[in-house]
């Protein structure tokens, strides 16, 4: 029996990248896997390719969460994971950040995992368990000088994980962060403007010598929904080849 077996988990931004691995890993360990997200070709094919299920959602639509929620819950029976995985990055410093781009940025990054936690604490409270696994980086530990509103997004998702965790403990919902440094999904293209050689000196900073697989961050997620980590709450969980160390 696989270590995930009857709980139900929904994954946004899952069409791809550390989503798509998350989605894999969580339902070959038995899984309902539910994978929401903007690229409905992508996230048909994650979800048929794992017997799952797909929806299409923008996280930044409030009354779409609960629709969303509602579904799964009908459907399935119960909600017992969410992993707020979708989210955009971009390299622009503060001073040349535009109003527009950090409202953007902040209200898929931010707003976005505001409003899944909130939709899904509904029905985990009522059934008393559940797990919630928001997806911070390591731009939420440290200044991000390059990318600014994005370090300030994931800065709020390492804190409202915290006073999520102490507001649901009490009804056996656990809240927690995870804060990835380079992975390889199609997120990293992003670095391009700052030079053909920055990828050597991001992997320069990086002790373990080498960039992470998605597989490496999904592994960790997957820990963090099982009941292994049943005493974990309101803590960051860093998955970065030793970078922030
Ligand atoms: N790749 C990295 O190096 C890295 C490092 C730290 C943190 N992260 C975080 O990991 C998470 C996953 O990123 P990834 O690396 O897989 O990148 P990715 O770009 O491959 O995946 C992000 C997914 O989110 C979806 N998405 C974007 N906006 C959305 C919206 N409004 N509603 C629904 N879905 C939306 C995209 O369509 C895409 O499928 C993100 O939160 C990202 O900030 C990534």
Redesign the pocket.
Same mark, same amino acid.
């Given at each position: 029996m696989g270590q995930l077996e009857g709980k139900v988990i929904l994954i946004?931004?899952?069409?791809?990248?550390?989503?798509?691995?998350e989605a894999r890993q969580c339902a070959a360990a038995g899984a309902d896997v539910w994978v929401?997200?903007?690229?409905v070709a992508?996230?048909e094919k994650v979800a048929a390719d794992i017997g799952g299920h797909f929806l299409e959602?923008?996280?930044?639509?409030e009354s779409l969460w609960n629709e969303v929620i509602d579904e799964i819950v009908v459907t399935s029976g119960s909600l017992d994971g969410l992993v @707020?995985?979708? +989210?955009?990055?971009k390299i622009v410093p503060m001073t040349q950040t535009t109003l527009d781009d950090y409202r953007r940025i902040t209200?898929? @990054?931010q707003t +976005?995992v505001f409003l899944g936690m909130r939709a899904a604490a509904k029905q985990m409270v009522a059934q008393q368990s559940g797990s919630i696994v928001n997806?911070?980086?390591?731009?939420g530990l440290s200044g991000a000088a390059s990318a600014f509103a994005?370090g300030a997004?994931?800065w709020a998702?390492r804190g409202m994980t915290k006073s999520a965790a102490q507001e649901l403990g009490p009804s056996n919902v656990r809240v927690n962060s995870?804060?990835?440094?380079?992975?390889?999904?199609?997120?990293?293209q992003q670095f391009d403007v700052l030079g053909p050689d920055i990828r050597d000196r991001l992997t320069a900073n990086i002790p373990l010598g080498r960039?992470?697989a998605?597989e490496e961050?999904s592994e960790v997620v997957f820990f963090l929904l099982s009941d292994s980590s049943r005493y974990c709450t309101g803590h960051e969980f860093v998955v970065d080849g030793g970078m922030r160390a």
């Open positions: 946004t931004g899952g069409a791809r990248g550390q989503g798509a691995a929401t997200d903007l690229l992508d996230g959602q923008d996280v930044t639509n @707020n995985n979708a +989210g955009i990055f209200e898929i @990054n +976005g997806i911070s980086s390591i731009a994005y997004s994931k998702v995870i804060h990835p440094g380079i992975i390889e999904t199609e997120m990293l960039t992470g998605a961050v």
